[in-house]
């Protein structure tokens, strides 16, 4: 069974750089048939597509997060990450990553996801 | 970027009713909407792919249908463990984008 796992800081002060990392365990990363994705939730509120990554390291951000946002892969430990530069208190969410199928782009299967908050 | 409006946003629910939720895409998008179940404190899971596709272990009182800019999602004989809220997604073009939820009560 496909698990997605995020790990990282649950609290970054504004103006800095927010980073995360989902592990994935049960499937490789490399399976030519995925995107890998992250999308967050601002605390209750709807959900919001950050950005995706193919295992040959394309990727495909939201033009609203693009400037700060970059997401990359490490085939070698079957896991990618996210980093969001110049954070404020608009980007405190629970940030999911999740599989996306290549075809429908549909998101598959989610990670538990993780709250960020961002605070001094 | 397509917008997608959903409604309504609440619906408060008797168990075994129907309940139909709505999903208007800003413009044409053919068939790539998906709906997803968030339960309390859960992440999403994927219910219904490319507008009215059934998902191996969803219930079949979870069904989709529409096509082009407006689609919907209908639970057949609600029951208790449905209490959630629910989104569409279109993956017709990029950015990927989510419609703003609908949040399904139990009466």
């Known amino acids: 069974q496909l698990q997605l796992q995020e790990s990282g800081p649950g609290l970054v002060k504004p103006s800095e750089t927010l980073s995360l990392t989902c592990t994935v365990s049960g499937g490789s990363i490399s399976s030519s048939s995925y995107y890998w994705g992250w999308i967050r939730q601002p605390p209750g509120k709807g959900l919001e597509w950050i950005g995706s990554?193919?295992?040959?390291?394309?990727?495909y951000y939201n033009p609203s997060l693009k400037s700060r946002v970059t997401i990359s892969v490490d085939t070698s430990k079957n896991q990618f990450s996210l980093k969001l530069s110049s954070v404020t208190a608009a980007d405190t969410a629970v940030y999911y990553c999740a599989r996306q199928r290549l075809r429908s782009c549909a998101f598959d299967y989610w990670g538990q996801g993780t709250l960020v908050t961002v605070s001094s | 970027e397509i917008v997608l409006t959903q409604s309504p946003d609440f619906q408060s629910v008797t168990p075994k009713e129907k309940v139909t939720i709505t999903c208007r895409a800003s413009?044409?998008?053919?068939?790539?909407l998906h709906w997803y179940q968030q339960k309390p404190d859960q992440s999403p899971k994927l219910l219904i792919k490319?507008?009215?596709q059934s998902i191996s272990g969803v219930p079949s009182r979870f069904s989709g249908s529409g096509s082009g800019t407006d689609f919907t999602l209908t639970i057949n004989s609600l029951e208790a463990e449905d209490a959630a809220a629910y989104y569409c997604h279109q993956s017709s073009s990029l950015p990927w984008t989510f419609g703003q939820g609908t949040k399904v009560e139990i009466k």
């Open positions: 413009q044409s998008i053919g068939s790539s």
């Open positions: 990554i193919y295992y040959s390291g394309s990727t």
């Open positions: 490319y507008a009215s």
